[in-house]
């Protein structure tokens, strides 16, 4: 199938992707909701679709509307994966509001304006900013 090809391909490559980047590439909408149900891709949130290998702390954090934090953003720039059980450190600018459902699975980290870092992370100076405030020395990845 031609278009699970390019959704599959496209996921790959950009690792997220919304409904509307990936149906302005050729993608059909419907064709997303189907691969999507075969578990191939993943559903962060409404319009927002992972590849399925996409580190699950990115997922949690994009869920949440924010960013990987703090020390979960250390081990992000490290190249390390994220420790299973552990909360996912997440950034959120304030007004951002799809905290409630996944809340339990995080530690927020409220900024008054966008950080610095890229679209999965805030930058590893503002992280290690961060864990000074937030994760005893002991347990810095
Ligand atoms: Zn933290």
């Not at 870092?117 to 590893?124: I, M, P």
């Amino acid at each position: 199938m031609v278009g699970m090809l390019l959704l599959e391909t496209l996921l790959n490559e950009w690792k997220v992707a919304t409904t509307a980047d990936l149906v302005s590439a050729g993608v059909d909408k419907q064709l997303i909701y189907l691969i999507a149900q075969t578990g191939r891709i993943r559903r962060v949130r409404k319009g927002l679709w992972a590849a399925a290998d996409t580190e699950p702390a990115i997922c949690v954090a994009l869920s949440l509307g924010g960013r990987l934090a703090c020390v979960s953003a250390s081990r992000y720039w490290s190249g390390l994966a994220s420790s299973s059980g552990e909360k996912v450190h997440v950034s959120v600018t304030r007004g951002a509001s799809r905290l409630a459902s996944r809340q339990a699975e995080a530690v927020v980290h409220w900024s008054r304006f966008p950080l610095a870092g890229n679209e999965f992370a805030v930058a590893l100076e503002v992280a290690r900013e961060q864990m000074t405030r937030c994760v005893p020395h002991e347990r810095y990845p």
